[in-house]
């Protein structure tokens, strides 16, 4: 399975930008489709996820309210979308797939090469 992660970009602060995620083919493995950001300096962490199946969702704190993601199942997708974005959320953004509802990385088998995003202030 291949997933391939588009829409990062530059933007300001306050700004928004949508991103999307596709894999390549469709499979049982993969139930949860998610993401996952990686600031420099920093580790890899959590920041939104969702069972494909009934559209159950899980967001990392710092993101509530201002981030939204979505899954098209006719398309095999995912998509990201961030709203009032700060400088804080600047990143490699990574989408992942696997069988399980869940904020830790190591639960998710497939991951994708990373989309960056830069939030300027």
């Known amino acids: 399975v291949q997933l391939q992660a588009s829409g990062g970009g530059l933007v300001q602060a306050g700004g928004s930008l949508r991103l999307s995620c596709e894999a390549s083919l469709q499979t049982f493995s993969i139930y949860v489709m998610g993401w996952f950001r990686q600031a420099p300096g920093k580790e890899r962490e959590f920041v939104a996820a969702?069972?494909?199946?009934?559209?159950?969702?899980i967001y990392a704190d710092p993101v509530k309210g201002r981030f939204t993601i979505s899954s098209d199942n006719a398309k095999n997708s995912v998509n990201l979308q961030m709203n009032s974005l700060k400088s804080e959320d600047t990143a490699v953004y990574y989408c992942?797939?696997?069988?399980?509802?869940?904020?830790?990385?190591?639960?998710?088998?497939?991951w994708g090469q990373g989309t960056l995003v830069t939030v300027s202030s």
């Open positions: 969702i069972r494909r199946s009934g559209g159950s969702t």
């Open positions: 992942a797939a696997g069988p399980r509802l869940s904020p830790r990385a190591m639960d998710y088998a497939y």
